[in-house]
T-cell receptor, first 111, second 114 residues
Framework: EDKVVQSPLSLVVHEGDTVTLNCSYE??????LLWYKQEKKAPTFLFML????IEKKSGRLSSILDKKELFSILNITATQTGDSAVYLC???????????FGDGTTLTVKP | GAGVSQSPSNKVTEKGKDVELRCDPI?????LYWYRQSLGQGLEFLIY????????KSGLPSDRFSAERTGGSVSTLTIQRTQQEDSAVYLC????????????FGPGTRLTVT
């Protein structure tokens, strides 16, 4: 059974700090790994990673995948209060057609 | 429409009643997904459709849950004889096709079974 584990479960930082969120996975036939940000209800897409070692970057957010060690990290630099959210990691299985999500990391950024 | 829409946004029902949740995906998206999210938990996959067919129903928690999709567009998730443990937010997502970049999520339906 496919499995995704995120750590830490929750994190509290102050504005300006840099944070690293972790995602490890076990999947039979890996297709891709995705990061989402969930502020209230609907998760919104951040990154899709398919190849090892290639950093994806969007503003203060960046992410990288290690397919050998089966994990990904999401970095947020110079955090702002608007970064407060649940960050979800998901992996897609080539054959199963579904995404398996982790339980998320709840990030709280204090002013 | 511009995004994925779901209705109702909130539903309170008594234990034992049947409920229907509706999802309107983004026009042209062939893949549609249903997830369930309990408080403080991640997303639990329920079912996905490619067109009108559902190749993978393995995530449906019990035979009280069923889903259909007609015309390659609107989908309905039906829960029969609801139980209190069915209380959760039910999220629908669509994508251009299975495995194509990201899934676009709807705002969800919050179901409360009393």
């Amino acid at each position: 059974e496919d499995k995704v584990v995120q750590s830490p479960l929750s994190l509290v930082v102050h504005e300006g700090d840099t944070v690293t969120l972790n995602c490890s996975y076990e999947v039979t036939n890996f297709r891709s790994l995705l990061w989402y940000k969930q502020e209230k209800k609907a998760p919104t897409f951040l990154f899709m990673l398919t190849s090892s070692g290639i950093e994806k970057k969007s503003g203060r957010l960046s992410s990288i995948l290690d397919k050998k060690e089966l994990f990904s990290i999401l970095n947020i630099t110079a955090t702002q209060t608007g970064d407060s959210a649940v960050y979800l990691c998901a992996v897609d299985d080539t054959n199963a057609g579904k995404s398996t999500f982790g339980d998320g990391t709840t990030l709280t950024v204090k002013p | 429409g511009a995004g994925v829409s779901q209705s109702p946004s909130n539903k309170v029902t008594e234990k034992g009643k049947d409920v229907e949740l509706r999802c309107d995906p983004i026009s042209g998206h062939t893949a549609l997904y249903w997830y369930r999210q309990s408080l403080g938990q991640g997303l639990e996959f329920l079912i996905y459709f490619q067109g009108n067919s559902a190749p993978d129903k393995s995530g449906l928690p019990s035979d009280r849950f069923s889903a259909e999709r007609t015309g390659g567009s609107v989908s309905t998730l039906t829960i029969q004889r609801t139980q209190q443990e069915d209380s959760a937010v039910y999220l629908c997502a669509s994508s251009l096709r299975r495995g194509y970049r990201e899934q676009y999520f709807g705002p969800g339906t919050r179901l409360t079974v009393t």
